[in-house]
């Protein structure tokens, strides 16, 4: 287990119960009790259990970023002036405001930072780009990637 995971380990039913909810996080106490064998009371407590113990983070629905008008994804590498941890907060609070900003994630590699980024088009992205990224602080260098397509596309962890 990872140092900061919980107290509680998990088993088998847990992870069936995890593996469950996170791709129909809708469906009711019941089906899922039945689905991992349990009764209805004993899968809520679990459920109950998960979410205090921290290994359900949240409840969500996720959106089609096509239909709401945002087709276009980017992805942003930045290389900042440099690594003082102070450089380092100053961009994250910076960034974390940026409208259209999904993940901003501190790198190893080449780039400090890789930023996923939505737009409408080309144009949208450019706007966001001159608006927000430009501004951000420390930034030496910004390298933007667009995705032709997207292949594959999950948050399911491998429970």
């Known amino acids: 287990m990872a140092k900061d995971s919980a107290k509680y380990a998990l088993d088998a039913?847990?992870?069936?119960?995890?593996?469950?909810?996170?791709?129909?996080?809708?469906?009711s106490n019941a089906d899922l009790a039945e689905e991992v064998n349990l009764?209805?009371?004993?899968?809520?407590?679990?459920?109950?259990?998960?979410?205090?113990?921290?290994?359900?983070?949240?409840?969500?629905?996720?959106?089609?970023?096509?239909?709401?008008?945002?087709p276009t994804t980017v992805f942003v590498e930045i290389t900042l002036q440099g690594q003082a941890d102070e450089v380092l907060e100053v961009?994250?609070?910076?960034?974390?405001?940026?409208?259209?900003?999904?993940?901003?994630?501190?790198?190893?590699?080449?780039?400090?930072?890789i930023l996923k980024?939505?737009?409408e088009d080309t144009e949208d992205f450019a706007r966001i780009h001159r608006q927000?990224?430009?501004?951000?602080?420390?930034v030496a260098q910004m390298q933007s990637s667009f995705a032709?397509?997207?292949v594959f596309k999950t948050t399911a962890l491998p429970v």
């Open 132 to 138: 927000h990224l430009a501004r951000l602080p420390g």
């Open 13 to 27: 039913t847990d992870r069936r119960i995890l593996s469950v909810l996170q791709r129909r996080g809708r469906i």
């Open 39 to 70: 009764s209805a009371s004993a899968c809520h407590r679990r459920v109950q259990r998960l979410e205090e113990e921290g290994y359900i983070r949240d409840f969500v629905a996720l959106l089609d970023a096509r239909r709401l008008g945002m």
């Open 117 to 119: 980024v939505v737009a």
């Open 148 to 150: 032709l397509r997207t």
């Open 91 to 113: 961009f994250e609070k910076a960034v974390a405001r940026v409208p259209h900003v999904l993940e901003c994630h501190l790198m190893a590699g080449s780039a400090d930072y």
